[in-house]
C-alpha cells in the first residue's frame, strides 16, 4: 500500500508526507527495531512489542500524527 503512493520519479505524495497535519512525525520502523534491538534483549514477541510502542509512543510526545513506515529494503 505504501509503495502505491510513491510516485515512479521515487517522491512520495502528500498523503504519505502528512502534509495538511500542523505537526505529523514519520517514524523510520525498521530504525526504531534496530535501536531497540541494541540495547535490550527480549524474552519474547510481546516484550518486544510492549517496547516498540513505547518508544514510537515517546517520540511521537508533542505531535499530532505519526506515521511508522517499513521499507523493504530491496
Known amino acids: 500500500m505504501l509503495e502505491n503512493l510513491v510516485k515512479t520519479d521515487g517522491n512520495a505524495t502528500p498523503e504519505l ?3 495538511d497535519e500542523p ?3 514519520r517514524v523510520d520502523g525498521m530504525a526504531v527495531l534496530h535501536e ?3 540495547v535490550k ?3 519474547d514477541c510481546k516484550d518486544l512489542g510492549v ?3 513505547k518508544l514510537i509512543d ?3 510526545r508533542g505531535y499530532d500524527q505519526v506515521r511508522v513506515i517499513f521499507d523493504n529494503y530491496t
Request: some cysteine.
Open 51 to 53: 517496547s516498540y510502542i
Open 58 to 60: 515517546s517520540k511521537a
Open 41 to 43: 534483549n527480549f524474552k
Open 17 to 19: 508526507l502528512c502534509k
Open 36 to 38: 531497540l534491538m541494541a
Open 23 to 25: 505537526s505529523c512525525l
